[in-house]
T-cell receptor
Framework: SQKIEQNSEALNIQEGKTATLTCNYTNYSPAYLQWYRQDPGRGPVFLLLIRENEKEKRKERLKVTFDTTLKQSLFHITASQPADSATYLCALTGTASKLTFGTGTRLQVTL | DAGITQSPRHKVTETGTPVTLRCHQTENHRYMYWYRQDPGHGLRLIHYSYGVKDTDKGEVSDGYSVSRSKTEDFLLTLESATSSQTSVYFC?????????????FGQGTRLTVV
């Protein structure tokens, strides 16, 4: 069966450092991979989408890589700030644009 | 937030009672989805719609039904609520395109079945 794995343990980093979150998947060949941010009590918010033929995508302090051979995506936040503290969700796009989500990784950025 | 409104935002209901959650969008997006979010499971797709009166099952559809009579409204019904359906429910919308499709989520409905 399809499986998406994100590190379920919280990631704690110091302000100014680069946070790197990992998303691994099995039994899946997605055309797109997406990253969302979710704050407590709120719905997920779209951050970045990367296609299977793209290796890397950037948006401001965010960078996503997509390795279809390793079946892995890495999500980087450079110069992290306390406001970046949230849960980050990886999602794979299937038919009918249905999203299959990982369980998310909680990021805590401290001063 | 994109124009998505979920109602109610919170509900407590008794086991065995029917419950309907509503999702209303003002974006005219073709696709609408219902997800539930539980600790340790993440977001799981319940049902989705790809047009008016066109719906299909998701990963965890047992015990749920949906209806979409208008583009802007997508209803999720629990015919006879059970404690296992205690969860946070999210509605999402998307408009498919060649460049890939991002989803916009509502604020969620916290449902407690006692």
């Amino acid at each position: 069966s399809q499986k998406i794995e994100q590190n379920s343990e919280a990631l704690n980093i110091q302000e100014g450092k680069t946070a790197t979150l990992t998303c691994n998947y099995t039994n899946y060949s997605p055309a797109y991979l997406q990253w969302y941010r979710q704050d407590p009590g709120r719905g997920p918010v779209f951050l970045l989408l990367i296609r299977e033929n793209e290796k890397e995508k950037r948006k401001e302090r965010l960078k996503v890589t997509f390795d279809t051979t390793l079946k892995q995506s890495l999500f980087h936040i450079t110069a992290s700030q306390p406001a970046d503290s949230a849960t980050y969700l990886c999602a794979l796009t299937g038919t009918a644009s249905k999203l299959t989500f990982g369980t998310g990784t909680r990021l805590q950025v401290t001063l | 937030d994109a124009g998505i409104t979920q109602s109610p935002r919170h509900k407590v209901t008794e086991t065995g009672t029917p419950v309907t959650l509503r999702c209303h969008q003002t974006e005219n997006h073709r696709y609408m989805y219902w997800y539930r979010q539980d600790p340790g499971h993440g977001l799981r797709l319940i049902h989705y719609s790809y047009g008016v009166k066109d719906t299909d099952k998701g990963e965890v559809s047992d015990g749920y039904s949906v209806s979409r009579s208008k583009t802007e409204d997508f209803l999720l019904t629990l015919e006879s609520a059970t404690s296992s359906q205690t969860s946070v429910y999210f509605c999402a919308i998307s408009e498919p395109g060649q460049g890939g499709t991002e989803a916009f989520f509502g604020q969620g409905t916290r449902l407690t079945v006692v």
